[in-house]
């Protein structure tokens, strides 16, 4: 649940790195003022990435994903209407 807010939500994560192997390293970006560049911040590799549970491991994906944009929630894409594919039932939030 990104922010709390039920919504839907990619595993791509977690198939990829269960069929490669590969290590999941959460990656942090942040625009410097005046078009200076970018700052990149890598994290540590994921323990236990993956574990036999696609919601779990996507659930810490997106925890990596709210750690970034509580960071510079000004950088965020706000526009991509994120939590527009609600459960059934649920109210919309814009």
Not at 46 to 51: E, T
Not at 63 to 85: N, S
Request: hydrophobic share 40%.
């Amino acid at each position: 649940m990104p922010f709390g807010v039920p919504a839907a939500t990619i595993t791509a994560t977690h198939h990829l790195a269960r069929l490669s192997g590969a290590l999941v390293v959460p990656f942090y970006h942040r625009r410097l003022p005046g078009n200076d560049g970018y700052v990149l911040r890598l994290g540590a590799p994921l323990a236990q990435f993956p574990s036999g549970d696609v919601l779990d491991d996507t659930a810490r994906v997106n925890v990596c994903i709210e750690d970034m944009v509580r960071a510079a929630p000004e950088q965020y894409l706000w526009g991509h209407k994120r939590f527009k594919t609600r459960p059934e039932g649920s109210p919309s939030i814009y």
